[in-house]
C-alpha cells in the first residue's frame, strides 16, 4: 500500500469516526434531555405504589446530572476527531500529532458511548493508521 492510499484510508476512517462519533452522542443527548432515562427510582415502574418515598432511591439527582454530561464529552471529543481528520488530510506531513489527537479523543468518547461505539473504533483505526504510515520517500532518478 502506498502512502497516499494509506494517509487517505487514515482520512476517510478518523472522519466516518468522528462523524459517528458526533452523532451518537447528540442521540444520546436528546434522548436524555427528551428524559429517555428514567431516574425517579425503582418504584416508578410500578405505579409509584410506594406512597410518594419513590424520591429517596433516587440518587438526589446525582446520576441524571453526571448522565447529561457524558454526551457533552461525546460531543466535543467527535468535534476534535472530525477537525482532526480534516486537517490530517490538509497537513499530511503531521500525521503523528493529528494521528495522536485522533486516537486519544476516539479513546476519550467511549465516555460518551463512543458513537455507537463503532465511531470510536474507527477513530482508533484511522488514528492508529495515521501514526504508523511512513512518509513517502523520494526516488533519486
Do not use: C, E
Not at 42 to 59: E, I, K, T
Amino acid at each position: 500500500m502506498t502512502s497516499r492510499t494509506t494517509s487517505t484510508a487514515a482520512f476517510v476512517l478518523s472522519l466516518v469516526g468522528g462523524i459517528l462519533i458526533l452523532l451518537g452522542s447528540v442521540v444520546t443527548w436528546m434522548w436524555l434531555v427528551l428524559d429517555g432515562f428514567n431516574f425517579d427510582g425503582m418504584m416508578n415502574g410500578f405505579g409509584h405504589m410506594m406512597g410518594g418515598y419513590q424520591d429517596m432511591m433516587d440518587g438526589f439527582g446525582f446520576t441524571h446530572g453526571f448522565m447529561m454530561g457524558l454526551p457533552f464529552v461525546g460531543v466535543v471529543s467527535g468535534i476534535v476527531v472530525i477537525i482532526s481528520a480534516v486537517m490530517l488530510a490538509a497537513q499530511p506531513a503531521a500525521r503523528l500529532t493529528w494521528g495522536t489527537i485522533i486516537l486519544a479523543f476516539s479513546v476519550i468518547s467511549f465516555l460518551g458511548m463512543g458513537g455507537f461505539w463503532i465511531g470510536a473504533i474507527l477513530g482508533i483505526a484511522g488514528g492508529a493508521l495515521a501514526i504508523s504510515t511512513r512518509p513517502a520517500q523520494k526516488s533519486r532518478a
